[in-house]
């Protein structure tokens, strides 16, 4: 983090330093280190270290608050993190995944622009702002059924699935565990389609050594506190097509047409000398609008924090997948994947896991709603796959959408699936107390279904 020690206008000092100096005696006396081992055991969580608090600091005694140089320098060494050549910071992952699937729809793609009627390939398993930009702009979901233990999309049904209506495919790496890029990159080449990876639990995984998200044409983020890095709210578009990420950038920024950075004039030099629609010629182009877009641009502070954060990406990322092949060893050992499904990575991936996800085998006598009751009552935090099955929530009822295969796994997973914290707050001696608990409460509930038998 770069301290200012002077004022850029005056040149005279203005206390920085002092500040920031309060700033870590009072992270010292305040802020604990580490979660107990005897209370509630979340199932995500942010790690915020005294550098971060710094960052967020010093982006305030700028008073600048809206985008500015921890933004430009955010989205600059995000980009080059993730292998994209550009990345643009939003308010959230879910308006990430909006402004993607909205620059699909650009009057500026022209023939290939995505319209409404047009159909999207998707899943049902998974998170509702994946799938709700596609209904909101008028487009019809094509929801294909997942693997039960990478809990990623089924390839040959995407083949299958395929119409002269397709135009894109939006695909989320399932917390964490990159779906089969090569084959769904394959059918977008064979069938001219766009292709948007939902990357908001998968920051740090690759697939054959490359980052998930440089596969498809527009990629997402997001830095909610439960996710790998934390902006508190927060997201990413990221590509390397600068036409996609044009588009991105004026529908962030109120549509409009001008690129400026903000507190910015006249990049392009001729701010007076542009005729574009019916408007007159030389009308300001800083107020000319190309698209009908939105105000979903991030603060500077947000953006120092997410700084201070990417420095330990690398960090995180090991320590959850630390964590995962813990509890994956363990479960194991103590023989309770007879009775649950356990995930694998995706062939040719290395997953940056956002949990482990526990899928009760069919015709295991296990209730999951009563096991997660049970681990809630212990203390220990669970969550389900997110929807579940999207098309049997409420928000879905009356939505147009086609089912091509019945969606037999993903109802097994909504009526089934849960997963626990590999989150890095969590400690070997955390992961110990959730993986008892789990056993604990799978054998009583055996037990008592054994007794009810007799």
């Known amino acids: 983090m770069e301290v200012k020690k002077e004022n850029s206008r005056t040149g005279i000092g203005d206390g920085r330093e002092g500040v920031h100096a309060a700033v870590g005696d009072f992270f010292l006396a305040n802020v604990k280190s580490g979660l107990a081992l005897d209370g509630y055991i979340p199932v995500t969580g942010k790690i ?30 995000l980009a080059q993190k993730v292998g994209a050549r550009w990345s643009r910071m939003t308010v959230s992952g879910s308006a990430a995944n909006l402004l993607s699937f909205a620059a699909l729809t650009s009057p500026s793609l022209g023939k290939r622009a995505v319209r409404p009627g047009d159909e999207v390939i998707t899943v049902a398993a998974g998170f509702p702002t994946t799938v709700s930009p596609i209904v909101q702009h008028g487009c019809v979901p094509v929801f294909v059924d997942v693997d039960l233990q990478t809990h990623n999309v089924l390839v040959d049904q995407v083949s299958s699935a395929v119409t002269s209506k397709t135009r894109a495919i939006v695909l989320a790496h399932t917390l964490g565990n990159p779906f089969d890029l090569d084959s769904i990159s394959e059918i977008c080449r064979k069938h001219d389609l766009f292709l948007i990876e939902d990357s908001c639990d998968a920051l740090g995984a690759t697939y054959d050594g490359r980052p998930v998200g440089t596969f498809g044409d527009l990629s997402t983020l997001s830095f909610y506190p439960a996710h790998h890095i934390c902006t508190g709210e927060g997201g990413a578009v990221f590509s390397s097509k600068p036409q996609f990420m044009k588009i991105v950038e004026s529908l962030r920024d109120w549509g ?80 309770l994947n007879e009775f649950f499904l356990t995930p694998e990575a995706t062939a040719k991936s290395d997953p940056s896991w956002f949990g482990y996800l526990l899928t009760v085998r069919e015709n295991v006598p296990l209730s999951r709603r009563e096991l997660v009751k049970s681990l809630e009552e212990k203390g220990i935090g669970t969550r389900q796959l997110f929807a579940g099955n999207l098309i049997r929530q409420p928000a879905f009822k009356g939505v147009d959408y086609r089912v091509p295969f019945e969606l037999k796994n993903t109802d097994h997973v909504m009526a089934s699936s849960f997963w626990l914290g590999v989150w890095p707050g969590l400690t070997k001696l955390h992961l110990d107390r959730i993986l008892d608990s789990l056993e604990s409460v799978v054998r009583n509930s055996l037990d008592k279904n054994r007794s009810l038998k007799r």
């Not at 300001?284 to 105000?295: C, E, P, R, T, W």
């Open 48 to 77: 915020i270290e005294q550098d971060d608090l710094h960052a967020m600091v010093e982006a305030c005694l700028d008073m600048w608050l809206t985008a500015g140089r921890f933004a430009k320098q955010f989205e600059r060494e």
């Open 256 to 335: 409009r047409d001008c690129w400026c950075d903000p507190g910015k004039d006249n990049t392009c030099k001729k701010r007076f000398e542009w005729q574009l629609g019916d408007l007159p010629e030389g009308y300001d182009h800083k107020y000319i609008y190309s698209h009908l877009g939105y105000n979903l641009k991030a603060t500077d502070i947000q953006a120092a924090l997410g700084l201070s954060q990417l420095q330990k990406l690398d960090r995180f990322v090991t320590s959850r997948r630390e964590n995962h092949n813990y509890l994956d060893q363990q479960i194991k050992l103590r023989g």
